[in-house]
């Protein structure tokens, strides 16, 4: 009796799945973190809700739930000119499958620059310097590279934007709207140092780097915040491959190719 109990208990750190009584290969009760998913939460939850859960394993005060449904809402659709939204577009545009066009995204947007690896960095970044500025001026005057052996070197500071010119109006925005809603203290203080951070760094701060200090304020560590980072972006995405598979390759926004030596044009 004691070994059957067991068979129909399935358990982790994060989830806890009990059986139904005539079938053990179906679920009865699912408990996250200790909440009953289907009984307690589902209709009084949010999505962020069950986001924290899961990667917290604690249930979100009113403040850190109101900070990361922002954050969902800015890093929902990074629009058509980020790379890995216009790797899904390109899959949507040849007919790719629903999980195509989303690999497309999740491979391009786990990169360095604007990517998920970015945000674990600036994450990692956090973690060194916390709030110390000479200790930040150290770090974006000789950035530390990623261990992982099949990365390259960055490029440059990771939270910061490698093209950039000036400070871009979302990423002005979505700082002083997050460091106005977030219980911790590394967005305020990343908007009140912006100017002397970005002139160590030679360059202005990107969406990354809000994302990183939001991240840090909900208390995420470097690799939660680069699975949460490829995990929130995907929606905008999604849609976008969706519009771009019905327009067709005929109708993609960007980018024209003018031949010169254009075969057809020389046969007109």
């Not at 990361?68 to 990074?78: K, M, T």
């Not at 390109?90 to 360095?112: D, E, K, N, R």
């Not at 950039?164 to 990343?190: I, K, M, Y």
């Not at 005929?250 to 031949?259: A, G, I, V």
Request: charged share 20%; hydrophobic share 45%; proline share 6%.
């Amino acid at each position: 009796m004691q070994d059957s109990a067991k068979r129909q208990t399935i358990s982790t750190r994060i989830w806890q799945e009990e059986a139904e009584a005539d079938n053990s290969f179906a679920t009865r009760a699912a408990y996250c973190h200790g909440y009953d998913v289907f009984s307690d939460m589902l209709g009084r939850a949010r999505w962020v809700d069950m986001l924290f859960l899961l990667f917290r394993g604690e249930a979100p005060t009113p403040e850190q739930a109101a900070l990361l449904e922002a954050l969902a809402v800015a890093l929902a659709n990074p629009g058509p000119r980020d790379p890995a939204v216009h790797a899904a577009m390109c899959a949507g545009t040849s007919g790719a499958t629903a999980a195509a066009s989303l690999m497309a995204a999740l491979a391009v947007g786990a990169g360095q620059v604007t990517g998920a690896r970015e945000v674990m960095l600036a994450v990692r970044t956090w973690e060194s310097c916390g709030r110390d500025l000479d200790s930040w001026r150290h770090l974006l005057r000789t950035p530390a590279q990623d261990v992982a052996g099949i990365w390259p070197d960055s490029e440059h500071p990771a939270g910061f934007d490698l093209h950039g010119t000036t400070t871009t109006t979302p990423v002005r925005q979505a700082l002083s709207c997050l460091a106005r809603l977030s219980p911790g203290p590394c967005l305020r203080w990343l908007e009140e140092h912006r100017a002397a951070l970005e002139d160590m760094a030679t360059m202005p701060l990107a969406m990354t780097g809000v994302a990183a200090a939001a991240f840090v304020d909900l208390g995420m560590t470097h690799a939660q915040a680069e699975m949460l980072h490829l995990l929130m972006r995907l929606p905008g995405a999604a849609a976008h491959a969706l519009e771009q598979r019905e327009k067709g390759h005929r109708s993609f926004p960007f980018f024209e190719l003018d031949l010169l030596n254009d075969p057809a044009r020389e046969a007109a």
